[in-house]
């Protein structure tokens, strides 16, 4: 399978916890993208990588909240300090120009 | 503030009708919109892409349409099959600013149900 990986697919855990997310972009894509969507909304932009330089981020990216791209392929986001707020599904995805191509996500759930 | 505005919210047909499905954005200056299907618990599929000159692309069962002037595109899924209930999100990317933002701009979605 060659498309946008990520990893855990699911991942539940308590209040207070550290949570990290990876993020496997299609090979020689170098624009990679994080994405946060609750349920019954459309994805909302986290952050951007192009290559292993962050770009640009969204001002939902609390300083609880850490991005890396450290080689230019895969990617991690952190979240620190989980809050109940932060359940939600975390979207991949990657590109070369336009055309972004998501990862299945990853659903966080905070108890 | 850029917004795309999806409608209905949902929608339920029967297995082999047809279904359209509306998109209004304000987001300004405009490079392309796009149309995704994405299946519950799943990451977004890309059906269409257009930029501002297009009116219209299709990819076999879905046409897209684009009014720039107006600012609305629609999504026609004809013959609907089971496999379509999913939902439909309308995204629009703002024209490229040179600071490298590919930002989109994401609908809620509308949320198809496609019944026998």
């Known amino acids: 399978d060659t498309g946008v990986s990520q990893d855990p697919r699911h991942k539940i855990t308590k209040r207070g916890q550290n949570v990290t997310f990876r993020c496997d972009p299609i090979?020689?894509?170098?624009?990679l993208y994080w994405y946060r969507q609750t349920l019954g909304q459309g994805p909302e932009f986290l952050t951007y990588?192009?290559?292993?330089?962050?770009?640009?981020k969204s001002r939902l990216l609390s300083d609880r909240f850490s991005a890396e791209r450290p080689k230019g392929s895969f990617s991690t986001l952190e979240i620190q300090r989980t809050e109940q707020g932060d359940s939600a599904m975390y979207l991949c995805a990657s590109s070369v120009k336009y055309e972004q191509y998501f990862g299945p996500g990853t659903r966080l759930t905070v108890t | 503030k850029n917004q795309v505005e999806q409608s209905p919210q949902s929608l339920i047909i029967l297995e082999g009708k047809n279904c359209t499905l509306q998109c209004n954005y304000t987001v300004s200056p405009f490079s392309n919109l796009r149309w995704y299907k994405q299946d519950t618990g799943r990451g977004p599929v890309s059906l269409t892409i257009?930029?501002?000159?297009?009116n219209t692309k299709s990819n076999g069962r879905y046409t897209a349409t684009l009014d720039a002037d107006t600012k609305q595109s629609s999504l026609h899924i004809t013959a609907s099959q089971l496999s379509d209930s999913a939902s439909y999100i309308c995204?629009?990317?703002?024209?490229?600013?040179?600071?490298?933002?590919?930002?989109?701009?994401f609908g809620k979605g509308t949320k198809l149900s496609v019944i026998p």
């Open positions: 090979s020689e894509h170098n624009r």
């Open positions: 257009m930029t501002f000159s297009e």
């Open positions: 990588f192009q290559n292993e330089a962050q770009l640009e």
């Open positions: 995204v629009v990317s703002p024209a490229y600013s040179g600071a490298g933002s590919y930002q989109l701009t």
